[in-house]
């Protein structure tokens, strides 16, 4: 097979090459490769580029490097890298450069060359001085030879995957010199101790080339194979995985004829094993095991070839699972680890072992044995999807059993991942959100050990994950493989969070589904959290790396001290024999004798001697010396040298003095630092120098300072000279005359051109920063005024103007003494563009009568635009709407013609945008009819024919039993809008016929039949009408006939009326009256006038005379009254029965807990609790036939000072306190003012006015002493004063806590005591044992503004004691106690370290001796053990853990042994929230809602969503939302302008989307349907439409309808209704709905009814002397009754009214007596009803007693007694206390029910309840049960000014519920700035002089309910003044860029380049000058081009830099 397939591989290698200097080189390389490889060429690891001397060229596949002119420095080694998709390759060439005049030959250098020409693999550097030149590549540095012939893996071997029985060939290249030896393995074991010699073979190529081949694979040859190639200069190592597939039987016999040559004819070529040797059971060993346990087999095999092995339970083969773990482990045994056993593992199982030369096994039966005591319901195997939930469930024998669930090894403990539950004798656990980690085995174990498992399968993208732990030594391979469901995945791996990428010793590889990683030779420091990604599935598994045993070094033998002269010495040893390999150093110490302590003085890995001299020591003594020896396993024993030497340290200069070269004008510096503390010296071109004047000379310990201030030119070039006690030092110092230059400007500096309003800033910089400028403006001077700056900052000049005029045009020049500098100014409003839009949006295809949208964006909101068609001016009309919506533009064509089809034009100044609009035409088509019309009509009648057409503009033709119908005569043909008609006006006989309309493609027959017409009652139209009529006036009912002599009869109640005094009939004409002159009660039933085919009812009912409203006396129509106060308004009806109605400003009022509305005989009230202004207005009592009104009007009540009394009006305060004025007012709306010694204070930074509901306070930062005074509120009716004295505070020592400090401290070092005093000019006198303390040679007392110091030197053990710095009114008292400390070092010092924000960080050194004291630091304060630090010790190791590391964790880290430190940096990362899904273009319609949606990264990331560069907030139309990743906005009732891009942005990504809005298109959701009805019913219609506000016509018979009392029509939203009442058959028809172009329709059928009793009698229960009235219905009218009692008829009489109304037949008797009960039966003639009449006497009763109630808290609680009676009032108790109606409380009263409902009860409202009704009564309990605490209102995130106070407020369920805050995972309590406050339900967290680092997160515990809420602190208002501007400058020259915020702050700003951060450094300079923050970046080049980006806070700024390349 080939092993390399398309990769990269040498034809040719390129032969040494040997030029004389001067000459050209060309070195030659033949590489092939599919793809074609990407070539280039190095020399000492630096890439060549075609530049200068240096040209690449390709010839095929030839590729070259020519190099002209050589030197000698070219001479080296040369490699040619050819890399493709496949894979890489290396070839070297070697290039030497000979003198002219030697010979071209090898110079001492013997080549061992190959047949063709080839150096084998490589060719030796000479020693010497190489520099190359190629473009921007230089090479100073010195070749290091060792190096650079280290053995290097050029192609490594690649990860193969065979299948069984296949070779597998691993080739590699090496190079090296010499040539490495290559040492093959597999698994960290030697080839020859697993595999057969014929199994495998290892050869050796020329080039370098090394190649293992196993033959025929099996099984056991998968694994990892390394490489390891080793010379003298060192070694390397490459490893690779052979995964072996299995195949079947008949593959595997298939292939056995493709051995390779060596397996031919040997012993091997058996083709078959033999059988398995049979089994015996009887005489396998036993192995019992509880339930639960693990068992474990072991089986010792051996052979050659390496035996193949297989595990049976039961004669079936066992595979590797999630119980069953199958391994070769470290001492050779082949095992099977059956974890967590089940009785269902009980079995036989065998390890079954086979080669090619035979067979054999071994095997043991297992039996599990179960508890005692079992599980009711054992556990069952769960699968489970990733992401869902699964659950486990078990049942126990009991419910007191307590159980405990474990995932395998590990507990489980109830968490927001694991839900765990007990339900009775039921167990279940619950994993939330399931991971691939959480496949595995679960256990519910009780306690007497008993356990159920059961095994999770989650089911997801990663088919095989990590296990969990993973265990290997030092110097092993680790593997990790994992399978997925598809090839083409995205995978990562990942180690501690770090992305591991492939290395020589890193193995990543992918086949198909399987991905596999390999660490070779792991070290321990490999070990961490192996992590597999692929989406948003993951697995991990922990490697731990265990490290061998290893002996500490031997100590050294031999040592010898030899004095060398009187002041020093040599000392010499012998390393010990056999001592180990590994790497070792020799450490030599010194101890001053009589001293404990030894100092390192001399280390060295071979030396085995040192000399000791006397500059090495500190201070003269007699000294000793050890020496021992160190590696990484610990320290030999010390050895110490015989002798002790005296030694007298010699004076040196450490630092000598340095030349320095300074500006004119500059300070110039020079310093010496020596050995000792001496006096010296100080010469000025041999001038001795003093102290004074333009000279300051220092001395500090040993270092010694002169400084010359405002050096001359004169003093041109001098010598400055130190002398000091023979030591001499001189140094040269150059003065230059300073030059006054302009840094020369970009062009985009020098011409400005801006906009209107726009800042204008021109600035340029001088060569020195004394320099003094003056600008002009066209020749004349400029002078700062108020809208003209003139600044200057160091070197910087510059000149703002703040609103660019158009006067501002001109040429600015600054000038300086020698220069001067020009600008030009250009001031221009900008041009009105047009943004481009969309094809869709250009081009409009429309049908006729649909709308036509044409919409534009121009770039400024002003722009004024003109639209054309075709050329011509549009103006706006009815069908076309001109919109201008900010930058939008818009035309609406509201409903298209043909003949707006054509190009429109929208014009703006020069610029225009052209829209193309179609309009097609719709076919015609009939909608209405759909089937053909039978037409029946009279003789005169008019008839109307009807068709409606799909479009307005539609023709059609009518034709007449075949011939087409002219208009003329009695036929007329009109068109109205889509309806054609055809009208016959007085119709003949001979006009019936076959009448057809007929369009282009479609038709409707009508067919018409004419005949003789009926007498009909023309008026009234409808055939029952009901009429009210007032008593005592005269009632007239008329009908006009169809013909003027048509008979009539008229009947009232079914009975024909007979005319009399009272009722007269009249004729007149066509009309028929009846006439009743007096009307009275008597008179109210049916009149029905009826002819031969028709009739007409009327339903007379008279009423009494109107209602007339007054109102009571003393009382007025305008009320007047206080907010608060209850308002009362009565009104006196004329009648009892009197229904009112009251209204407010014309809108009715109902009833609610602020509004009582009663009535009390003839009065009705309204009553109004609580009013406010807003209730103010006209109020009218509305009783139909009159109406009253009242002028209400309510006023606030007048301003008060709240516990005015109790607030303390004087205020003593400190200077630089904050005063914190503050009252409460009776109301909060209240406005106030504040004032100072009577002046009106304004606010700034300095006072703050606050308003929080009902409080005002006034705050005063930072006190001084003029704001004593007196400080009135004015609050509008009430003030208040306080008197404010601020006074001086007294001497205090800051951070003073009285007590004592305690400080150990060891001899020899310096003690420093420090404090800082309130006041600079504090004295304070230092104590030690109460003796005063002064200067002195040890003793030194330091005063630094506010810091009091002293520091005592060499501190030895008499100085321990009290020390006291004596402040006047304050102390500070420290105890020294000084010690001999002990040696404590630190063997591995702590590494920096930077991780990504939520990552752990984990900090380690390793401190002798063991039992030391360390102590960890964060930014110098100590840690502390906590969730979030983890501090650990093993042996010598210490460790730090940083959990989850934020970016408030960026801080110095130092580790503190006994004084001894170590120190590292933690930077942690800011994660960048990215977007993760692409939003995709949302289509809505005009008046609906949209969402747009994102999703992020991070859950916490924030984003902010923009439109046209305008943040969006919430607001009524705007809602923003969130769900975990997933960010969205809602946009409400859209119009036409909402659409557009819209962009949501990170502070790292953003993302848009394209939102389109068409205009709505009216649709039917739900049409119309049939129906089908009786005579004289009701029907109702009803159609939804897809939209609300949408006006719709009804038309029945082709006929519009009109509402009236027949027909109602009513709208509610998006459904359209019509109700037909009184039906009658001619009703019968089509009913039909149109609306904006949309149609349906229904049949409407009508049928006549069956007399029937619709509504039967009921049986009546009456008090005596009460009427009683039976009443029934019947389906029609007309119908004569009869009605009986017990039997016998009754008759009207005095006592007895027997009358119709309609339908409805009564029996009423006026006044019942008890010999009124009986059977009531009204006989219908066809059917009957009756019912019962009973009439009782007066008695009171409990009918229903009240019911106890067992209700939660918060519930309703209702009680209900019914009585006997009606109309009886009832009082309720509750515990003997009369309940009165409240808010929560209501009584009410139904019949004879009487309810008490208790709303939203409480525990306290538990008690008995009682009901009192005349002398009977009804008692129930209620029990209450209390619900836990709830948080009702939750906590709300806040933003608060800086110093102002913050208050977080949250509603619990209950005021009893007690409350924890909390800020991040701390616990608060309350302190000076924090108080907690409850308030019945509310519990407030208040901060007062909240700060910046209180920013945070802050929730509140109540029970088991969290809330939290994100606390946010705003910084004085920060913003950029000044912007960056784009930096255009040549290579390798400064860069600056400089802006200006608003306010100075203290924060460091944050400066990047393409994203990445800038930090101070040799090239980089970062420069804070108050409010200006600059950044110089030196030494520029090509790739430093890109975008520079200033933040702090929220001010943000960026520029372009652009870098040119220098020619």
Sequence with gaps: MDIFGGAPRVLGYPRPVVVQCGADATLKCQIGGDPHPDVMWECKNVQIITEGRYKLSEEGKFYLLSISGVREMDTGQYICKARNSVGETYAAASLKVVANDQQLEDNGIKQHKTENGQVNGVSKLENGDHREENGTHKFDQEVDLASNDKPRFLIKPLSLRVGRGEDAAFSCKV?????????????????????????????????????????????????????????????????????????????????????????????????????????????????????????????????????????KKDG?????????????????????????????????????????????????????????????????????????????????????????????????????????????????????????????????????????????????KILRKLPRKVEVLEGENAAFCVEVEDEDMEIHWFKNGLKLHETHQTILKSFGKTHVLVFVNVVHQDSGVVTFVTGRSKTSSRLKVRATRHCPPICPLGVKMDLDGPNGA???????????????????????????????????????????????????????????????????????????????????????????????????????????????????????????????????????????????????????????????????????????????????????????????????????????????????????????????????????????????????????????????????????EFIPGSEEDLHKNSMELDPVVLLCHVSREDAQVMWYKDGCEIEPSDNITLQAEGTLRRLIIRSAETSDAGSYTCQAENNSMEFSVNVREPPVMIVDPKDDIMIECYISEDIHMQCELSRSGGKVQWFKNG?????????????????????????????????????????????????????????????????????????????????????????????????????????????????????????????????????????????????????????????????????????????????????????????????????????????????????????????????????VTISEPPVNILKKSEIDTNLKVLRSDDIVLECELSRGNAKTKWYKDGCRIECDGRFCEEEEGAFRSLVILNAELRDSGEYFLDAEDDNITFQVTVQEPPVTIVGNSKDADFQEMAAGDDLILACEVSHENAPVQWYCNDKLLVNDSRTNIQCYGTLRKIIISNVQSSDSGKYICDAVDDKMISIVRIQVPRVVEFLTELQNTTVLEGEDATFKCMVSPEDVQLV???????????????????????????????????????????????????????????????????????????????????????????????????????????????????????????????RCETLHDRTQVKLNVEPRKISIRKGLTDQETLERETASFEVELSHTDVQGNWQKGGIRVKPNNQFRVSTNGRVHGLTLSNLTLEDTGTIAFSAEGVRTTARLTVKETPVTILKALVDVHVEEEFPATLECELSRQNIEVRWFKSGTELKPGKNCRIYSMGRNKFCQILQCSLADSGIYTCDVGESSTSCTLEVYEHELKILQDLEDLYIQEDQNAVFMCEVSLNDVNGEWYKDGHKIRPTSTIKTRTEGTKHFLLMCNVKAEDAGEIRFVSRDVESTAYLEVEELPASIVKPLRDRTALEKHRVILECTVSSARCSATWYRGKERLVPSDRVDLVVDGCSHKLVIQQVALDDEDIYSIEV?????????????????????????????????????????????????????????????????????????????????????????????????????????
């Design 175 to 311: 190079w090296g010199t010499p040539l490495p030896d290559v040492v093959w393995e597999k698994d960290a074991k030697k080839l020859n101790d697993i595999f057969e010699s014929s199994h495998f073979s290892i050869s050796v190529q020329d080039g370098g080339w090394f190649q293992l081949k196993v033959y025929r694979t099996r099984m056991p040859d998968k694994g990892v194979y390394t490489c390891k190639a080793t010379n003298r200069n060192g070694e390397a190592l490459a490893g690779a995985v052979l995964l072996v597939d299995p195949v079947s039987e008949q593959e595997d016999n298939r292939k056995s004829s493709h051995w390779s040559p060596k397996h031919r004819g040997g012993k091997l070529g058996l083709s078959k094993l033999r059988e398995e040797p049979p089994l015996s059971t009887s005489k396998v060993k036993k192995f019992v095991v509880a339930e639960g346990k693990h068992a474990k087999f072991r089986c010792s095999v051996t052979g050659k070839p390496k035996p193949e092995i297989i595990w």
């Design 316 to 460: 079936s083969p066992l595979d590797p699972g999630r119980r069953h773990l199958i391994f070769e482990d470290r001492e050779g045994y082949y095992t099977l680890k059956v974890l967590y056993c089940k009785v269902q593992d009980t079995g036989l199982y065998a390890c079954v072992a086979s080669n090619a030369l035979g067979n054999t096994l071994s095997a043991v039966h297992l039996s599990v044995k179960g508890p005692h005591v079992r599980f009711n319901h054992p556990l069952k195997d769960v699968e489970a999807r990733e992401s869902n939930v699964a659950v486990l469930e078990c049942e126990v024998p009991d419910e007191s059993v307590l159980a405990t669930w474990y995932r395998e090894d590990e507990r489980l403990m109830p968490s927001s991942k694991y839900g765990i539950e007990q339900q009775g004798t039921r167990r279940r656990l619950t994993i939330q959100d399931v991971e691939i980690d959480d496949d595995g085995v679960y256990l519910c174990e009780m306690l007497d050990g008993a356990k159920s498992i059961a095994e999770l399968s989650v089911k997801g």
């Design 570 to 832: 040599r000392l010499s040893w012998v390393p010990a024999p056999n001592n180990q390999t590994t790497r070792s150093i020799f450490v030599v110490e010194r101890q001053e004798v009589g001293s404990q302590e030894w100092q390192k003085c001399f280390t060295s890995e071979k030396a085995t001697s040192t000399e000791i001299y006397s500059d090495s020591i500190p201070y003269e003594g007699d000294y000793r010396f050890r020496v021992c020896c160190i590696n990484k396993y610990g320290r030999s024993g010390h050895v110490v040298f015989p002798k002790v030497i005296h030694l007298v340290p010699g004076t040196k200069i450490c630092s000598p003095l340095q030349d320095l070269e300074v500006t004119e004008g500059e300070d110039a510096v020079f310093s010496i630092v020596l050995s000792a503390s001496l006096v010296g010296t100080w010469f000025f071109n041999s001038a001795q120098l003093q102290d004074g004047g333009r000279y300051s000379i220092k001395q500090s310990k040993t270092q010694h300072t002169l400084i010359i201030h405002e050096t001359l030119t004169a003093e041109g070039k001098a010598e400055i000279t130190f002398i000091a006690n023979g030591l001499r030092n001189s140094a040269a110092l150059v003065v230059k005359p300073a030059i006054m230059k302009f840094s020369p400007l970009l062009e985009s500096d020098s011409t400005k051109r801006v906009e209107t309003g726009d800042v204008i800033v021109l600035y340029c910089e001088v060569s020195h920063s004394s320099a003094k400028v003056c600008w002009y403006k066209d020749g004349e001077e400029l002078q700062v005024s108020d809208g003209l700056n003139i600044q200057s900052d160091g070197n910087m000049r510059r000149i703002v103007i703040q609103s660019a005029e158009k006067h501002h045009v001109g040429v600015y020049t600054c000038q300086t003494s020698g220069d001067v500098i020009t600008f030009m100014v250009e001031v221009a409003g900008p041009p009105v």
């Design 963 to 1191: 011939e087409e119908v002219e208009e003329g005569g009695n036929i007329q043909l009109t068109r109205e809008g889509p309806y054609r008609r055809l009208t016959i006006l007085c119709s003949k006989v001979e006009d019936g016929g076959e009448y057809i309309c007929e369009t282009n493609g479609d038709s409707v027959f009508f067919q018409l039949i004419v005949t003789k017409p009926p007498v009909r009652i023309i008026s009234p139209t409808d055939s029952e009408l009901k009429i009210t009529h007032v008593a005592s006036t005269e009632l007239q009912l008329s009908c006009k006939m169809s013909c003027s002599d048509a008979h009539v009869t008229w009947y009232k109640d079914s009975l024909e009326v007979e005319e009399g005094p009272n009722l007269i009939l009249e004729v007149d004409g066509a009309e028929r009256r009846l006439v009743i002159p007096v009307a009275s009660i008597k008179d109210v039933g049916e009149f029905v006038c009826e002819t031969e085919h028709d009739s007409v009812a009327f339903m007379v009912t008279i009423k009494e005379q109107p209602v007339v409203l007054s109102r009571p006396t003393n009382t007025s129509g305008k009320v007047e009254c206080l907010a608060g106060k209850t308002v009362v308004l009565e009104v006196k009806a004329s009648r009892l029965n009197t229904e009112v109605k009251w209204l407010l400003n014309g809108q009715e009022i109902e009833g609610s807990n602020f509004v009582t509305i009663t009535k009390n005989g003839l009065l009705r009230r309204l009553e109004i609790h609580s009013p406010s202004p807003a209730d103010s207005g006209t109020y009218s009592c509305d009783a139909v036939d009159d109406k009253l009104d009242f002028q």
């Design 1416 to 1542: 960890w630091f964060m930014d110098n304060e100590m840690i502390n053990s906590s969730d979030h630090v983890q501090v650990a010790q093993n042996g010598l190791c210490h460790t730090l853990v940083i959990k989850k590391c934020h970016m408030l964790d960026c801080s110095k880290i130092t580790a503190e042994a006994e004084g001894t430190t170590s120190k590292a940096s933690l930077r942690v990362q800011e994660a960048q929230v990215m977007f993760t899904k692409k939003m995709d273009a949302v289509m809505a319609e005009e008046f609906g809602d949209a969402t747009l949606e994102t999703e992020i990264s991070l859950e916490t990331g924030e984003v902010q969503w923009m439109r046209q560069g305008v943040v969006i907030q919430a607001g009524p139309r705007y809602s923003l939302n969130q769900n975990e990743c997933k960010r969205s906005l809602t946009i409400y009732n859209l119009n036409l302008s909402d659409r557009g891009t819209y």
């Design 1903 to 2007: 029970g088991v309910h969290t809330s939290k809420a994100k606390l946010m602190v705003e910084a004085q208002e920060l913003v950029v003044v000044r912007e960056l501007e784009d930096v255009e400058v040549a290579e390798n020259e400064p860069a600056v860029f400089q802006c200006e915020v608003s306010v100075a702050i203290s924060r460091t700003p944050v400066w990047t380049l393409n994203g990445e951060n800038i930090q101070p450094g040799p090239s980089v300079r970062l420069e804070n000058h108050g409010t200006v923050h600059k950044l110089t970046l030196k030494d520029t080049s090509v790739d430093l081009s890109g975008v520079v980006k200033f933040s702090v806070g929220k001010a943000k700024s960026s520029a372009s830099l652009s870098v040119r390349e220098c020619k």
